[in-house]
């Protein structure tokens, strides 16, 4: 009986959130903004996929799938929706409407936050999941890759805690200077530079673009990687490029037409990053991620409605 009384006591609590967000949701996704959002990144997949069919391997495609959503252009998108819950007009409705319903305003602000982080999840995953699937099950004229499953998991999970901690950051910089266009603003001029500034020091901790470009590497990586089995991994690349060597020789004075080889762009398989941690990444955009939801819903209760 306690136990059934408890679970009816946090249902009830749950309910105002629950509200708020279903409604934020059922508004975002009749907005036009997410609409066209979603349209142009259906359309940006496919022309990437198409347009590297006959070139990349499947790490490499896999990687420039993410790359509009690491670095450009999504980010914009998605830090206007960060930013719309608490800042311009809208401020003064939610006053009265949380002085006027049994809804406090912490409650409020995750759920709105909660809203647009689901919402920006789904339209990433509704559409790079399936791309990838196309990737890695279909016959391309390229040279098969090493791509794990454990990698694709663990590269969709961090891109997907980057566009979280991308939304928080906009949520956190609405709430502060409560002007939409100059929160994006400030967000756009401030964040490009200390992304291509930490890039040159290989942080994808901390830099998406260093992230993007360690992508491939982990999509590689099993399980259980040891030391041992990346040496041999190594060793697996370098005699497969000594055979191709070998078959194009031949092919030489013979009909037999040479394998064909993939492109390899500097930007995605230049460097490689074998000391690549999934822990050091969840810490260094989940631990922000955290401060920018407490530091908004902390300055979103002291300032003066």
């Known amino acids: 009986m306690d136990s059934t009384a408890k679970t ?100 409020y602000l995750l759920a709105t936050w909660s809203a647009r982080v689901v919402l920006v999840l789904s339209v990433y995953l509704v559409v790079i999941v399936p791309a990838i699937v196309l990737v890695m099950l279909a016959k391309r004229p390229v040279p098969e890759d090493t791509v794990t499953v454990y ?60 992230l993007n470009r360690a992508i491939s590497t982990q999509l590689r990586r099993s399980w259980r990687e040891t030391d041992e089995k990346a040496k041999d991994n190594a060793n697996v690349q370098d005699a497969d490029a000594f055979t191709d060597q070998v078959s194009n020789f031949f092919s030489v004075f013979s009909s037999v037409q040479p394998k064909p080889k993939a492109s390899k762009p500097d930007f995605f398989e230049g460097e490689k990053f074998d000391d690549f941690s999934v822990f050091r990444v969840t810490l260094g955009y989940g631990l922000p991620t955290i401060a920018a939801v407490i530091l908004a819903s902390l300055c979103f209760y002291w300032r003066d409605m």
């Open 8 to 107: 009816s006591k946090i249902g009830t609590r749950m309910m105002p959130y629950m509200a708020i967000l279903q409604h934020d949701m059922k508004t975002l996704w009749s907005s036009r903004l997410v609409r066209l959002w979603l349209g142009a990144t259906v359309l940006l997949t496919l022309l990437l996929v198409g347009a590297n069919w006959a070139n990349f391997q499947d790490g490499t495609l896999i990687a420039s799938l993410l790359f509009p959503y690491l670095v450009f252009p999504w980010f914009f998108v998605v830090v206007v929706l960060g930013v719309t819950p608490v800042s311009g007009s809208r401020t003064e409705t939610l006053a009265d409407g949380i002085l006027s319903r049994p809804v406090s305003r912490f409650e």
């Open 151 to 210: 990698g694709i998991v663990t590269a969709l999970f961090v891109v997907g805690l980057v566009l979280t901690f991308l939304v928080s950051l906009g949520f956190l910089t609405g709430t502060l200077l409560r002007k939409p266009l100059l929160a994006v603003v400030v967000l756009i001029f401030v964040w490009y530079p200390i992304g291509l500034i930490l890039s040159v020091f290989s942080l994808e901790e901390f830099s998406p673009i260093s």
